[in-house]
Nanobody, 130 residues
Framework: QVQLMESGGGSVQPGGSLRLSCAAS????????IAWFRQTPGKEREGVSC????????YYAESVTGRVTISTDNAKTTVYLQMDSLKPEATAVYYC???????????????????????WGKGTPVPVSS
């Protein structure tokens, strides 16, 4: 079963950029969809972006469209989240999650629903402040 590990988080000033990585072990990501969600204390996990490696389709939350880019490496072992023009409200712990089944992909990517079938990493913190 796939295991995920996030990296690349860290302090950044407003307006700055950061690239997060989600590295897979135990399996390649050829037939998975990978999503990035973020969470702040006391709030539900919120979808940011998703990529379906079965067909390359990408999805973005309205709040980040134009400032975030999701991509997968050629080996299909790592998914990246490039974040530009960061705002203080982007401060959160960022998690990547993976699903395999078609119905779960639709829920996670098209609807950014946190469904039980998502396999999550441990998260990486992104504090945005001056």
């Amino acid at each position: 079963q796939v295991q995920l590990m996030e990296s690349g988080g860290g302090s950044v000033q407003p307006g700055g950029s950061l690239r997060l990585s989600c590295a897979a072990s135990g399996s390649t990501l050829d037939y998975y969809a990978i999503a990035w969600f973020r969470q702040t204390p006391g709030k539900e996990r919120e979808g940011v972006s998703c990529i379906n490696n079965n067909n390359g389709q990408t999805y973005y939350a309205e709040s980040v469209t134009g400032r975030v880019t999701i991509s997968t490496d050629n080996a299909k072992t790592t998914v990246y989240l490039q974040m530009d023009s960061l705002k203080p409200e982007a401060t959160a712990v960022y998690y990547c999650g993976a699903v395999h089944a078609a119905l779960s992909i639709k829920d996670m990517c098209a609807r950014f629903r946190n469904v039980d079938t998502i396999k999550w990493g441990k998260g990486t913190p992104v504090p945005v402040s001056s």
